[in-house]
């Protein structure tokens, strides 16, 4: 008989045990007031494995063969994705008309033509097509560059909703019509990203709680936007200590708008409000 997710109790010490594996897992602080957001979220994995109470899916975490697949599940019923086209659009005016003229008049001065950019927490796929979209308009006149763009999240169900790269009507909103017409396709009620940003972009899963992380050459640009909001301050000054190690000399650091990185003034230099530059 299929359980009800109204059934399903949590106890405050089961509570504590999953707050452990999230932090862990995610870095994400659950409060006491998220208890009832866990049960909300969780429960459907329970019925999905039949298993009757928090404490049988909490073992099964951690007992069976299958457990590592069942942490991915975990995480993607767990993480936050709230993300925009052209979210906080002051960025993307930053990038057109202060950063990446100079990117160019540099890489004709040096001969140097090569821009790497990385969305960290990239969701749903709205902000590395939307730095696509405006990498692509400002360097349309240019030749010879090399730009890819690599956009990561831990949720592998939003990434595969990134990586189809259709959207509905609402959605696109946001995208300036001459965009729309130029970067995407439209079947139907939907919106499907164009081969133009398709090429630039590639998706990978990655944790940003790992301690080391795979890329082996350093960005000129990082985005992780309304990411570090989530993490206590360990975990927020050991992830930004990592873009750092990243980061080019004088590359770029662009975060959300309620973040900020003035309290690490040795290692990123205020340039904008919410855009820093690597010291």
């Given amino acids: 008989m299929m359980l009800l997710a109204q059934s399903l109790d949590l106890s405050d010490k089961e509570f504590q045990l999953f707050r452990e594996i999230i932090y862990r897992e995610t870095g994400i602080h659950m409060s006491d007031k998220k208890k009832k957001l866990i049960v909300a979220r969780l429960s459907k994995r329970l019925r999905a494995l039949n298993l009757s109470t928090f404490t049988e899916y909490y073992n099964y975490l951690n007992q069976s063969p299958d457990s590592d697949t069942e942490i991915v599940n975990l995480v993607n019923r767990v993480t936050t994705n709230k993300t925009d086209f052209f979210r906080e659009r002051h960025h993307f005016d930053f990038l057109l008309k202060e950063l990446y003229p100079r990117v160019i008049e540099e890489g004709r001065r040096s001969g140097s033509r090569k821009l790497r950019i990385w969305s960290a927490g990239c969701s749903s796929g709205e902000e590395p097509y939307t730095l696509a979209m405006v990498t692509l308009e400002a360097f349309k006149a240019e030749r010879g560059w090399d730009i890819k763009i690599l956009a990561t999240d831990l949720d592998t169900e939003i990434l595969g909703k990134a990586i189809t790269g259709v959207y509905q009507t609402q959605a696109v909103t946001?995208?300036?019509?001459?965009?729309?017409?130029?970067?995407?396709?439209?079947?139907?009620?939907?919106?499907?990203?164009?081969?133009?940003?398709?090429?630039?972009?590639?998706?990978?899963?990655?944790?940003?709680?790992?301690?080391?992380?795979?890329?082996?050459?350093?960005?000129?640009?990082?985005?992780?936007?309304?990411?570090?909001?989530?993490?206590?301050?360990?975990?927020?000054?050991?992830?930004?200590?990592?873009?750092?190690?990243?980061?080019?000399?004088?590359?770029?650091?662009?975060?959300?708008?309620?973040?900020?990185?003035?309290?690490?003034?040795?290692?990123?230099?205020?340039?904008?409000?919410?855009?820093?530059?690597?010291?």
């Fill in 174 to 279: 946001p995208v300036p019509r001459e965009y729309l017409l130029k970067y995407f396709i439209r079947k139907g009620e939907h919106y499907e990203v164009a081969g133009a940003l398709r090429s630039m972009v590639s998706f990978r899963r990655l944790n940003l709680m790992d301690e080391t992380f795979p890329m082996k050459h350093p960005f000129d640009i990082i985005f992780c936007r309304n990411v570090i909001i989530y993490f206590d301050t360990k975990t927020k000054e050991d992830l930004l200590n990592k873009f750092y190690r990243h980061l080019k000399p004088k590359g770029h650091m662009f975060i959300g708008h309620s973040e900020s990185l003035m309290h690490m003034k040795d290692k990123y230099r205020y340039l904008r409000h919410t855009i820093y530059q690597k010291v």
